[in-house]
């Protein structure tokens, strides 16, 4: 039985307004952790002699730098960026910003570009002395001796090489005491590009190598998923009587404010609930309580950035699932008038169907004059 994760929910508040965001962190996390583990071996593990760790070389690897951060980072610092952003994200005040999606579709973009150039970790080129063509008591060979070999340069040549020049009398150079590293990490020779799996390449292209399984282009691939993924639940937003943020002819503008708005009104010919019977006046008060007791259904992302884009929510990830408005009665008078359906008195707080001003306007019938017959005719003269 699979196990359901559980979502990690952030809380969003701005400019008066509230609602959570949420993510699947934990699925996210798995991936993540995983890479960072599989990148922290080092040394020898790497065909190195320093300790030098895979995940530091990656993290200056000069990728790409986080864009529209406050604190600036030098390009330099490179993949390091992305890495502390997905870090920040297991903090329990970070929310998910559009801005992540950027340098995300950054990196993704460079790696992609990078992936079987000449720039490319497996298509770094090395020539390795052919050991039987060197001369053992100089280590002396000529340049057309070599095999060319891409990828990493610790190859059993390039070991029997040094072996060769350790032991030639008064000699510097020692033995290696590091081993030719998995033949797969390197491809020999000429041409011989777009094939080796060395340890940077693994972190990161790879899809099921032996070092690391799955690589950074494909870690920040499921980073982005995950931005895009997430969701912002009972978002609550003010409606402005005026100034900054959502006004009542905003929000009409979406599906289910105006359906519970025509719902209330009516027709042109046949007043809704909202409206009182006996005066046509629109309910204010209980119109008032029921609008903000709503929660309205946001369909889609079209929507959603619509909401945002009104309310000032753009840099935050996440499509809008739910909203509610906390309103002045005014504002929800006003959302009567939208509808042409309604109109108010000028001069008065008070609005009113428009089917009053036709009974207004409607002409009275004239009386019937009663028709009086002459006395004669009464009788039958």
């Known amino acids: ?81 992305i890495l502390e952003m997905m870090d920040e994200w297991e903090n329990d005040i970070t929310i998910l910003e559009m801005v992540d999606i950027i340098a995300l579709d950054e990196i993704i973009e460079k790696l992609e570009t990078m992936a079987d150039s000449d720039n490319d970790p497996r298509n770094i080129r090395f020539t390795v002395p052919i050991p039987s063509e060197v001369d053992e008591d100089t280590g002396d060979y000529d340049e057309d001796d070599v095999t060319e070999v891409y990828g990493h340069y610790r190859t059993p040549d390039y070991i029997e090489f040094r072996k060769i020049l350790s032991e030639i009398p008064g000699s510097k150079v020692n033995a290696e005491t590091i081993e030719a590293v998995d033949s797969s990490w390197y491809a020999e020779g000429k041409g011989a590009t777009n094939s080796a799996e060395p340890p940077m390449w693994q972190a990161l292209f790879s899809k099921g190598s032996n070092l690391v399984s799955l690589g950074l282009l494909s870690v920040c691939k499921e980073a982005k998923k995950l931005i895009g993924e997430s969701e912002i639940e009972n978002l609550v937003l003010p409606v402005m009587d005026e100034g900054d943020g959502l006004l009542a002819e905003e929000i009409f503008r979406l599906p289910a404010v105006k359906k519970w708005v025509m719902e209330k009104v009516g027709t042109a010919t046949s007043p809704g609930v909202g409206i009182n019977k006996k005066t046509l006046h629109w309910s204010d008060r209980p119109m008032h309580r029921d609008f903000q007791s709503q929660k309205f259904d946001v369909q889609g992302v079209a929507e959603s950035n619509f909401i945002k884009r009104a309310a000032g929510y753009e840099k935050y990830a996440g499509v809008i699932q739910t ?32 089917s009053k001003d036709t009974k207004k306007a409607k002409p009275k019938k004239a009386a019937k004059k009663k028709e009086v017959k002459k006395w004669m005719e009464v009788i039958g003269k």
Not at 325 to 336: D, E, I
Request: a positive charge.
């Open 1 to 81: 039985m699979v196990k359901k994760t559980k979502k990690t929910s952030r809380p969003i508040k701005i400019k008066g307004g509230s609602g959570t965001q949420v993510f699947d962190l934990d699925k996210f996390n798995a991936i993540y952790d995983k890479w960072k583990q599989e990148c922290n071996v080092k040394g020898s593990a790497l065909g190195l002699t320093s300790e030098v760790s895979l995940l530091e070389l990656v993290s200056g690897h000069g990728v790409v730098a986080r864009p529209y951060t406050k604190n600036t980072v030098s390009r330099d610092k490179g993949a390091g960026t």
């Open 323 to 354: 909203v509610q408005f906390v309103v002045s009665r005014r504002q929800v008078r006003k959302l009567a008038t939208v509808s042409k359906v309604c109109k108010k008195y000028p001069g008065r707080d008070v609005v009113y169907h428009i």
